[in-house]
C-alpha cells in the first residue's frame, strides 16, 4: 500500500466500521420503530431481557456505555413505563434496573426482530454468526490495545 493510498478514506478500517454500523442502525430502525423503540432503547431491552434485574453500572459495562449516556436513556424509558429504576436494599448508592409488565411483554416481539433483519441483509444464518465471531474477536483485541 502506498502512502496515498494510506490516507484514502475507503482504505480506512474505522471509516468500514463506522459505516457498517451506521447502516445496521439503518437496516434496524423500521423494526424498532413498530415496537416504540430506538437502536440503544432495543439493546437496553436486549440485556434486561437477558438478565435483571441489573444494577446501572452493570448494564453500562453489558453495554460498553458510559453513565453520561446511559441515563438519560433509562430515564426516557422509565418514562415509557418500560423499566423502572430503584436504589439496591443491599447499597443504596446503586440503582437497580428492572422491566415492568409493559417491557416485559416486548419480550416476543423483540425476538422477531433478528428474523428481520436478517432477511433484510439477504445473508444465510450461518454467514452472520462467522461475521459476529469476527467481529467480537476484533473487538476483544481494540479493547486490549487500548486498555480497557
Known sequence: MTE??????????????????RAMTTCYRPLLEDLGLTYPQ?????????????????????LRLDSGTLSPLL????????????????????VVVSLTEAGEALRGRIAEVPAGVLAALGSSLEQIVALQADVTAFLARMERAVGE
Request: hydrophobic residues 45%; contains cysteine; glycine residues 4%.
Open 75 to 94: 430515564k426516557r424509558m422509565a418514562a415509557a413505563g418500560l423499566l423502572t429504576r430503584s436504589r439496591s436494599a443491599v447499597d443504596e448508592r446503586s
Open 42 to 62: 432495543y439493546l437496553v431491552m436486549l440485556a434486561l431481557l437477558e438478565r435483571e434485574p441489573v444494577t446501572v453500572k452493570d448494564l453500562g459495562a453489558t
Open 4 to 21: 496515498r493510498d494510506a490516507v484514502r478514506l475507503e482504505q480506512q478500517l474505522c471509516f468500514a466500521l463506522y459505516s457498517a454500523s
